[in-house]
Nanobody
Framework: QVQLVESGGGSVQSGGSLNLSCVTLGYREPTYCMAWFRQAPGKEREGVAAIDNNGRTTYAESVKSRFIISQGNAKNTMSLQMNSLKAEDTAMYYC????????????????????WGQGTQVTVSP
């Protein structure tokens, strides 16, 4: 079973930047989707960005041109570089993973993912 550990959250002023990291521990299938989700208090969990084992990426419209998802050379680490942060980006951010046996694109839909990290808090002050 895959274990995911996030880090890098914190507090920042509007317009600032943060970099989140997710480390994958344990065995993972060679074809996979990795993604970032976020959940603000009183709101549903929403997809932020996803990346597959080939490096193809998907972004939510709300973060395009501001956030960049990437993975390390060893592919057991994934990062989310968040720039031009806004107050509405405030949320708990979660790393998630799932196998991708069919090779299809990675949708950033929570129900598609079975492995989740514990989350890291991001707070952006106006």
């Amino acid at each position: 079973q895959v274990q995911l550990v996030e880090s890098g959250g914190g507090s920042v002023q509007s317009g600032g930047s943060l970099n989140l990291s997710c480390v994958t521990l344990g065995y993972r299938e060679p074809t996979y989707c990795m993604a970032w989700f976020r959940q603000a208090p009183g709101k549903e969990r929403e997809g932020v960005a996803a990346i597959d084992n080939n490096g193809r990426t998907t972004y939510a419209e709300s973060v395009k041109s501001r956030f960049i998802i990437s993975q390390g050379n060893a592919k057991n680490t994934m990062s989310l570089q968040m720039n031009s942060l806004k107050a509405e980006d405030t949320a708990m951010y979660y790393c998630a993973s799932r196998p991708r046996p069919s090779g299809g694109p990675c949708r950033i839909i929570p129900g598609d993912f079975g492995d989740w990290g514990q989350g890291t808090q991001v707070t952006v002050s106006p």
